[in-house]
C-alpha cells in the first residue's frame, strides 16, 4: 500500500521558516520524480517545487529564491525548507510521487503565514 505522509506545517510569522516532510512508503522511492504543491482556500492547486531523480529541481517565480525542496532516498523522504514566508504562502501542503504509471498524493499539512 502506497503511502505519503507530510510533516512540518504549522503557524508562522511573516519572515519565519518552515520545512515539510514527506515519507513515502510502498513505492520505489528512487525512480520516483517528487512534487510539492499547494492549495489555498478558493484558488486552484499549484505546484510550488519539483525534483528529479537526478536531483534537478523547478520552482515557480512565486517561490524561487525562498524554498528549497531536495529529497533523500535513503529515506524515502523529500523536504521542502520555506524561508522568509509571506501570508500568501498560507495553503495545505501537499507532496506528490509521479510514477511512470502513477501519481500518488499525500493528505496535505497546513501552512498558516500571519502577517
Known amino acids: 500500500q502506497v503511502q505519503l505522509v507530510e510533516s512540518g506545517g504549522g503557524l508562522v510569522q511573516a519572515g519565519g521558516s518552515l520545512k515539510l516532510s514527506c515519507a513515502a512508503s510502498g513505492i520505489i522511492f528512487k525512480i520516483a520524480r517528487m512534487h510539492w504543491f499547494r492549495q489555498a482556500p478558493g484558488k486552484q492547486r499549484e505546484l510550488v517545487a519539483s525534483i528529479a531523480t537526478d536531483g534537478r529541481t523547478n520552482y515557480p517565480d512565486s517561490v524561487k529564491g525562498r524554498f528549497t525542496i531536495a529529497r533523500d532516498n535513503p529515506k524515502n523522504t523529500v523536504y521542502l525548507q520555506m524561508t522568509s514566508l509571506k501570508p500568501e504562502d498560507t495553503a495545505v501542503y501537499y507532496c506528490?510521487?509521479?510514477?511512470?504509471?502513477?501519481?500518488?498524493w499525500g493528505q496535505g499539512t497546513q501552512v498558516t503565514v500571519s502577517s
Open positions: 506528490k510521487a509521479q510514477m511512470p504509471w502513477q501519481d500518488y
